[in-house]
């Protein structure tokens, strides 16, 4: 059977398992961080949640057998994701940061790195959290400009024995740890030399939080994505042994494109979560309210012609996700294209879909009597973060376009791109 898109009893399981969990744990996020004004401390209130999906195995998941983990596929991740996403997006989104803080060294990291580094995660894992120091206060789109005088101006200078590292990043999820004093590792992004353009000097290097020199400045607060927190960290001359470095000086490119592929294909899931958020509100709405009419609104052509239009669009991103995800796993992660046109896609759908359903409830989805209005702005952030979808993921796919035997049937039939 060449095309199967049921899933084994082992992923109904792994589903039915996170909607629960879900259902029972995460619903109580958005209460439990209402009315906190502060960004962090709204991130803070949220610690109970995570450790929680921590003991539920959800970062275990993310760490190979061989250090103590689960090592999920990225399409169980996926449908898990959507599960947990379609009902909080912020203690997930946690966990994606501890992810993407941990990808470097969990597929460029040697088996010393790994052996330090990872199983901390297992036996704190409830209480420990990762994050990726990727975007500099002046930007990121260009962190990879064959300039030497632009791009990432993170510097990290060799010492005797030790890299000394200093820049300025913000929105380092989970960049803050539980209390403002940083998090647990830091996968740092970083230049060697400052007169060598990225291919020959970006660098990926660990930063176990507790290191000194590293300052959370501030929080920047945002509009969606509440209990997120998006701190700006500082790395004033921090010190750490040369052996946290990851690969070799320009390794950085190919280690920050394959992990923001990773979460590329995880976010349509996110996206498909928050839509079915949005798509059951207002189903449940048209079939049960009037409206001061004489019969539920769905008994309208223009609502079920739009619930129509919403749920085609929602099938259509999860099933896109699968096969990224799919096609992500299956080429040992080097085919990526799925997984960036999963983001781009999903993203902007999410935002479409979701103020369509608002369209469809009308006035009140505006107000606090739904959770539309919450669910865009959540959904707002998709298109924007994890790389813009103009500033890096369709220079992405642009890019690819543009690689010399360029194969576009390649994804679709599940070969690894000849790159
Ligand atoms: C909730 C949240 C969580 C986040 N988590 C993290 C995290 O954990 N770690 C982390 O490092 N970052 C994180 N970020 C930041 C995020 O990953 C950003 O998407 C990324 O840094 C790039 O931002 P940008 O695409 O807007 O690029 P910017 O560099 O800010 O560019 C802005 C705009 O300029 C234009 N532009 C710039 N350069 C070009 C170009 N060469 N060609 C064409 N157009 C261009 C585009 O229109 C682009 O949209 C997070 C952000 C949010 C909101």
Redesign the pocket.
């Known amino acids: 059977m060449a095309i199967d898109f049921s899933l084994s009893p082992e992923q109904q399981q792994l589903q039915a398992a996170a909607r629960s969990f879900a259902r029972t744990v995460l619903s109580q996020v958005g209460p439990a961080i209402a009315g906190i004004p502060k960004p962090e401390e709204r991130f803070y209130a949220t610690r109970p949640f995570y450790a929680q999906m921590a003991k539920a195995g959800f970062v275990a998941a993310l760490i190979p057998k061989e250090y103590g983990g689960t090592a999920m596929s990225t399409v169980d991740l996926a449908i898990a994701s959507e599960e947990l996403a379609a009902v909080d997006i912020n203690v997930p989104?946690a966990l994606l940061?501890t992810g993407?803080g941990l990808e470097p060294i969990l597929r460029f990291g040697n088996a010393e790195q790994k052996r330090r580094f990872l199983p901390d995660f297992i036996t704190n894992g409830a209480d420990r959290l990762a994050?990726?120091?990727?975007?500099e206060v002046s930007?990121?789109?260009?962190y990879d400009c064959p300039d030497p005088a632009a791009g990432v101006q993170t510097f990290a200078r060799r010492e005797g024995d030790s890299w000394v590292i200093s820049g300025q990043?913000h929105?380092?999820?989970?960049g803050c740890g539980w209390d403002g004093n940083g998090a647990h590792l830091f996968s740092v992004v970083c230049r060697t030399d400052p007169a060598r353009p990225p291919q020959e000097s970006l660098a990926v290097i660990v930063v176990p939080g507790s290191t000194p020199g590293i300052e959370v400045t501030g929080f920047l607060d945002?509009v969606g994505?509440r209990a997120?927190v998006?701190p700006r960290i500082h790395f004033n001359e921090v010190r750490v042994p040369a052996a946290n470095l990851i690969g070799k000086p320009g390794d950085g490119i190919a280690i920050c494109s394959r992990t923001f592929s990773w979460t590329a294909a995880l976010i349509g899931a996110a996206c498909t979560g928050v839509m079915r958020a949005a798509f059951d509100c207002a189903f449940n709405f048209a079939r049960s309210d009037k409206r001061s009419g004489s019969v539920p609104i769905i008994e309208h052509q223009n609502v079920g012609y739009m619930l129509a239009d919403i749920k085609m669009r929602i099938e259509a991103a999860r099933y896109l996700t699968w096969k990224a995800c799919h096609y992500f796993d299956s080429t040992d992660r080097a085919g990526d294209e799925l997984a960036i046109m999963t983001k781009v896609y999903s993203s902007e759908l999410a935002v479409q879909v979701v103020y369509d359903a608002m369209r469809l409830v009308g006035v009140d989805s505006y107000t606090d009597l739904h959770p539309l209005a919450a669910l865009l702005q959540d959904a707002l952030?998709f298109p924007?973060?994890?790389?813009?979808n103009?500033?890096?993921r369709r220079?992405q796919l642009h890019k690819l376009f543009r690689t010399p035997g360029y194969d576009p049937m390649a994804a679709a039939e599940g070969r690894a791109p000849a790159r």
Do not use: I, Q, W
């Open positions: 989104s940061a993407l994050a990726f120091a990727f975007t930007g990121g789109s260009n990043k929105y380092t999820t989970n945002t994505h997120v998006s952030c924007l973060y994890d790389g813009g103009m500033g890096v220079r």
